[in-house]
């Protein structure tokens, strides 16, 4: 070996051997790290302790949990055995009673709300219609349809028969109107279900027993004339009805209808007249409102159109009518407002509830129309009958002329809250089940008497 790489080899053995030793032998501790040793064995010995503490708490919790599960259960089992129900019947009674207090609440609420929003909308529509009614002044009274003709003397009727019943056979087959020829004195009667026909029958017998010539040529003569000037005041009737609710012109076929309606009457109501009258109460309400007055007013007017022609058309007057408007070129609003003033089809703008509201302001208004003592009984029991049909109902009175309806409930079976949601559910099926004018206001009366004697 090289003299000068063995020194170099002996030389770094050795540097290794003097490394080695000086680690692996112990170094006396110094100052230092024996502090540093007892600060951490202090610190090993207190979290043993928090340990041991935080486990004895768990514990004596765990204990605790045991004792009260154990008191509440006696508790629940004595409790039981006292109100002789079980735990599953005591909840269920809980859940019941909490359910009947939030319904009692919900209806409270419902009602207050209810309330607030019927005041504002009160407010509201009794300031419009008063303004429209106020703005609007027609006559109380209106003439009925005359299908009768007054004769001078008993011997005209056996001129108007004619011999073997000539005169009346070619007067019937002229009009398409029924003679009736019976013990009134002084008086015969026409009858027709076309209000015009019929009102050119009484034309056409009045200038015959005027003129005293009654055969059957006069007869055909005379109906000609009467013809020729109802039609002609038919189309004046229509016109004029235009002109009195502003609506501008109007196609010949509803000018024609329109002056049909002057021999029509609902109730004793004439039509034509009822027509003009919503027409001015659509117009003065959609002022009020910020709507187009002419589109009101033009819906009102010819709201009831079909009228004049639901006895040559199947259907109701309010589709038949629609029909015709719309077969006439009206617009889309008014034809909607006409099918849609008694709730047949949907409404699909304000105008529609502009023109059922004042068909019903017209309608119910004091004299404007007349009914059958019959169909007054008739609607009053309805009334009554549909109030008794609900549960808990022990009597029910019709008063106020059929516009009220006061209703007598069990007080043991009806709360307060119910008795709230029986009187919507009532006026809910008056609604649907009846057909009356104006409204009908329910009302129902709960009272808790308690009686008791001294002795």
Same mark, same amino acid.
């Given at each position: 070996?090289?003299?000068?790489?063995?020194?170099?080899?002996?030389?770094?053995?050795?540097?290794?051997?003097?490394?080695?030793?000086?680690?692996?032998?112990?170094?006396?501790?110094?100052?230092?790290?024996?502090?540093?040793?007892?600060?951490?064995?202090?610190?090993?010995?207190?979290?043993?302790?928090?340990?041991?503490?935080?486990?004895?708490?768990?514990?004596?919790?765990?204990?605790?949990?045991?004792?009260?599960?154990?008191?509440?259960?006696?508790?629940?089992?004595?409790?039981?055995?006292?109100?002789?129900?079980?735990?599953?019947?005591?909840?269920?009674?809980?859940?019941?009673?909490?359910?009947?207090?939030?319904?009692?609440?919900?209806?409270?609420?419902?009602?207050?709300?209810?309330?607030?929003?019927?005041?504002?909308?009160?407010?509201?529509?009794?300031?419009?219609?008063?303004?429209?009614?106020?703005?609007?002044?027609?006559?109380?009274?209106?003439?009925?349809?005359?299908?009768?003709?007054?004769?001078?003397?008993?011997?005209?009727?056996?001129?108007?028969?004619?011999?073997?019943?000539?005169?009346?056979?070619?007067?019937?087959?002229?009009?398409?109107?029924?003679?009736?020829?019976?013990?009134?004195?002084?008086?015969?009667?026409?009858?027709?279900?076309?209000?015009?026909?019929?009102?050119?029958?009484?034309?056409?017998?009045?200038?015959?027993?005027?003129?005293?010539?009654?055969?059957?040529?006069?007869?055909?003569?005379?109906?000609?004339?009467?013809?020729?000037?109802?039609?002609?005041?038919?189309?004046?009737?229509?016109?004029?009805?235009?002109?009195?609710?502003?609506?501008?012109?109007?196609?010949?076929?509803?000018?024609?209808?329109?002056?049909?309606?002057?021999?029509?009457?609902?109730?004793?109501?004439?039509?034509?007249?009822?027509?003009?009258?919503?027409?001015?109460?659509?117009?003065?309400?959609?002022?009020?409102?910020?709507?187009?007055?002419?589109?009101?007013?033009?819906?009102?007017?010819?709201?009831?159109?079909?009228?004049?022609?639901?006895?040559?058309?199947?259907?109701?007057?309010?589709?038949?009518?629609?029909?015709?408007?719309? !077969?006439?070129?009206?617009?889309?609003?008014?034809?909607?407002?006409?099918?849609?003033?008694?709730?047949?089809?949907?409404?699909?703008?304000?105008?529609?509830?502009?023109?059922?509201?004042?068909?019903?302001?017209?309608?119910?208004?004091?004299?404007?129309?007349?009914?059958?003592?019959?169909?007054?009984?008739?609607?009053?029991?309805?009334?009554?009958?549909?109030?008794?049909?609900?549960?808990?109902?022990?009597?029910?009175?019709?008063?106020?002329?059929?516009?009220?309806?006061?209703?007598?409930?069990?007080?043991?079976?009806?709360?307060?809250?119910?008795?709230?949601?029986?009187?919507?559910?009532?006026?809910?099926?008056?609604?649907?089940?009846?057909?009356?004018?104006?409204?009908? !206001?329910?009302?129902?009366?709960?009272?808790?008497?308690?009686?008791?004697?001294?002795?």
């Amino acid at each position: 070996m090289d003299p000068l790489l063995a020194t170099a080899v002996g030389a770094t053995a050795g540097a290794v051997v003097a490394w080695v030793v000086s680690r692996s032998w112990p170094r006396p501790p110094s100052a230092a790290d024996e502090a540093r040793r007892r600060e951490v064995e202090a610190r090993a010995a207190a979290a043993e302790r928090a340990v041991e503490e935080a486990r004895a708490a768990t514990e004596a919790a765990a204990a605790a949990r045991r004792d009260a599960e154990v008191l509440a259960a006696d508790a629940k089992a004595r409790l039981a055995a006292a109100a002789g129900l079980s735990p599953a019947e005591a909840r269920a009674r809980a859940l019941e009673e909490l359910d009947r207090e939030l319904a009692q609440e919900r209806a409270r609420r419902v009602e207050a709300v209810a309330r607030q929003a019927r005041e504002e909308a009160d407010a509201r529509a009794r300031a419009v219609v008063c303004t429209a009614l106020q703005r609007v002044a027609v006559a109380h009274a209106t003439e009925r349809t005359v299908t009768s003709v007054p004769l001078p003397d008993e011997a005209m009727k056996g001129r108007v028969i004619g011999r073997e019943g000539r005169n009346a056979k070619a007067f019937e087959a002229a009009t398409g109107c029924d003679l009736l020829v019976d013990e009134t004195p002084g008086v015969v009667t026409i009858s027709a279900f076309d209000p015009v026909r019929r009102e050119v029958a009484r034309r056409a017998l009045a200038a015959l027993v005027a003129d005293g010539r009654i055969q059957p040529a006069q007869i055909e003569e005379a109906v000609a004339t009467a013809r020729r000037a109802v039609e002609g005041e038919v189309t004046e009737a229509g016109r004029r009805a235009l002109l009195d609710a502003d609506v501008g012109d109007a196609h010949p076929r509803v000018v024609e209808l329109l002056g049909r309606l002057q021999w029509r009457t609902s109730y004793g109501q004439n039509v034509l007249r009822h027509a003009v009258e919503v027409a001015h109460l659509c117009g003065a309400m959609a002022g009020e409102l910020g709507l187009d007055a002419r589109t009101a007013r033009r819906a009102g007017l010819l709201h009831d159109l079909g009228k004049a022609v639901e006895h040559d058309v199947e259907g109701g007057h309010a589709a038949v009518g629609a029909d015709v408007a719309r !077969r006439c070129g009206e617009a889309p609003l008014v034809v909607n407002a006409i099918a849609s003033h008694h709730e047949d089809v949907p409404q699909e703008s304000a105008y529609a509830v502009l023109a059922q509201v004042g068909d019903a302001i017209s309608a119910a208004r004091p004299g404007a129309r007349s009914d059958t003592v019959e169909k007054y009984v008739r609607r009053l029991a309805d009334l009554e009958r549909v109030a008794a049909s609900f549960a808990g109902v022990e009597d029910a009175y019709a008063i106020q002329a059929g516009r009220e309806l006061r209703v007598l409930v069990d007080g043991k079976a009806v709360s307060d809250a119910a008795a709230l949601a029986l009187a919507r559910e009532i006026a809910a099926a008056v609604e649907r089940e009846l057909a009356y004018p104006g409204e009908v !206001r329910v009302t129902v009366l709960r009272e808790t008497r308690a009686v008791s004697y001294a002795r």
